[in-house]
Nanobody, 115 residues
């Protein structure tokens, strides 16, 4: 089993930045990738970004250039650095970790972009 604990959500003004953190614990050796998804009200959950153990990354096309996903393997922690935030980025952000046989999810953290 893998446990994921997120932190760093909150309220930010348009144009601002925010960094989310996700720390993994438990059977972390089984993790092949870690990443972030988000779900806005009335919408489906969508991929934001993910990083594979070898360092390759995937980003949602619409977020490239504004979001990055640094990862600290020694701490089993992945971050989501979000810049130039817009109201459309408002959503619950979920950390994810893909194991050998299943996907693990964090509890979610709310990000609200509003003036």
């Amino acid at each position: 089993q893998v446990q994921l604990v997120e932190s760093g959500g909150g309220l930010v003004q348009p144009g601002g930045s925010l960094r989310l953190s996700c720390a993994a614990s438990g059977s972390t050796v089984s993790i092949t990738s870690m990443g972030w998804y988000r779900q806005a009200p009335g919408k489906e959950r969508e991929l934001v970004a993910r990083m594979f153990n070898g360092g390759n990354t995937n980003y949602a096309d619409s977020l490239k250039g504004r979001f990055t996903i640094p990862r600290d393997n020694a701490k089993n922690t992945v971050y989501l650095q979000m810049n130039s935030l817009v109201p459309e980025d408002t959503a619950v952000y979920f950390c994810s970790a893909r194991g050998v046989v299943r996907m693990y999810w964090g509890q979610g953290t709310q990000v609200t972009v509003s003036s």
